[in-house]
T-cell receptor, first 115, second 115 residues
């Protein structure tokens, strides 16, 4: 289908390694969000991209976290020197724009496990 | 600060009975409210939204929600529950005043529908 695609679906890595998570938004969606969902908890906002504007990075928990997006296409979330508390599901969402009535469309997430 | 609260971690209901999943909100400015559903190992799916207009909003899969300004609530309802409705439900509010990029999610309510 033409939904939001995330890869990998699962990632297991050792503490201290770097990981890169990928998100392919729905074609034409200018807004893209990254969230973190810890086990049994709600969504924690990480970062937001809108077109070519400067991203809203206010939710990134530390300088180990960074994200990039080229234009209105693919985004990557990078976590450097992973820690066990980084274990979570990382969800990506896209929407048409920042219009007030536009819902977000979510991918199935990347399940990250830090050993 | 903008926030939503879902006071129930879990709701149990028998198939065929009506269901209600509660959500209260706290916002500065106009409330833009959303409900999402999450099935195991999947991302969130949009159910319905309230922006303006009628207080009773109808959405996907027979769900509806009632916006109550005086009680600052936006409870999700369905007249007759199905076993397949069993999932995790999230209420969300969009910041309409300070940072329009941000959605604030509740902690989620697990709905169990028993045959």
């Amino acid at each position: 289908g033409a939904g939001v695609s995330q890869s990998p679906s699962n990632k297991v890595t050792e503490k201290g390694k770097d990981v890169e998570l990928r998100c392919d938004p729905i074609s034409g969606h200018t807004a893209l969000y990254w969230y973190r969902q810890r086990l049994g908890q709600g969504l924690e906002f990480l970062i937001y991209f809108q077109g070519n504007s400067a991203p809203d990075k206010s939710g990134l928990p530390s300088d180990r976290f960074s994200a990039e997006r080229t234009g209105e296409s693919v985004s990557t979330l990078t976590i450097q020197r992973t820690q066990q508390e980084d274990s979570a599901v990382y969800l990506c969402a896209s929407s048409l724009d920042t219009g007030r009535n536009q819902p977000q469309h979510f991918g199935d997430g990347t399940r990250l496990s830090i050993l | 600060a903008q926030s939503v609260a879902q006071p129930e971690d879990q709701v149990n209901v028998a198939e065929g009975n009506p269901l209600t999943v509660k959500c209260t909100y706290s916002v500065s400015g106009n409330p833009y409210l959303f409900w999402y559903v999450q099935y195991p190992n999947r991302g969130l799916q949009f159910l319905l939204k309230y922006i303006t207009g009628d207080n009773l909003v109808k959405g996907s899969y027979g769900f509806e929600a009632e916006f109550n300004k005086s009680q600052t609530s936006f409870h999700l309802k369905k007249p007759s529950a199905l076993v397949s409705d069993s999932a995790l439900y999230f209420c969300a509010v969009r910041d309409s005043l300070y940072n329009f990029n941000k959605f604030y999610f509740g902690s989620g309510t697990k709905l169990n529908v028993k045959p």
